[in-house]
């Protein structure tokens, strides 16, 4: 299973449809507490919009690190290709693998694919 934490209508389709094309299963949080609930059937990616400003995406990837049923799971997030700085503190919060809008929509089949 697959958690999308995602604000951005457009990206949150984007990976709803490529899901449904491969086959794959995607789940959606927008809230902490939703993602906290999905956490417990220990997807094997979490996606993260690292810019949406209804959570805050750096306390909750610290707090998904943490998470005792989550060592298996890798942590992605995505950002404009512009923001360096939130890209090292996303690193340093324990994102496992940060890419820019464009890649990150580029590679979105073969990334679910990878982590089905």
Same mark, same amino acid.
């Given at each position: 299973?697959?958690?999308?934490?995602? =604000? $951005? #209508?457009?990206?949150?389709?984007?990976?709803?449809?490529?899901?449904?094309?491969? =086959?794959?299963?995607? $789940?959606?949080?927008?809230?902490e507490q939703k993602v906290m609930d999905?956490?417990?059937? +220990?997807?094997? %990616?979490?996606?993260? $919009? *690292?810019?949406?400003?209804?959570?805050n995406p750096l306390s909750l990837i610290?707090? %998904?690190?943490?998470? @005792?049923?989550?060592?298996?799971?890798?942590? #992605?997030?995505?950002?404009?290709?512009?923001?360096?700085? #939130?890209?090292?503190?996303?690193q340093n919060a324990g994102c496992d693998?940060?890419? @820019?809008?464009?890649?990150?929509? +580029?590679? #979105? @089949?073969?990334? *679910?694919?990878?982590? *089905?």
């Amino acid at each position: 299973m697959t958690l999308a934490i995602v =604000g $951005d #209508l457009i990206f949150a389709s984007k990976i709803g449809e490529t899901a449904k094309r491969s =086959g794959i299963t995607v $789940d959606f949080a927008t809230t902490e507490q939703k993602v906290m609930d999905f956490a417990a059937r +220990q997807p094997s %990616l979490i996606i993260i $919009d *690292l810019n949406f400003n209804t959570i805050n995406p750096l306390s909750l990837i610290d707090k %998904l690190k943490r998470h @005792p049923d989550l060592h298996q799971t890798t942590i #992605l997030g995505f950002l404009s290709h512009v923001q360096a700085d #939130l890209k090292l503190a996303a690193q340093n919060a324990g994102c496992d693998l940060v890419f @820019p809008r464009s890649a990150f929509s +580029q590679n #979105l @089949p073969d990334i *679910l694919r990878k982590y *089905l």
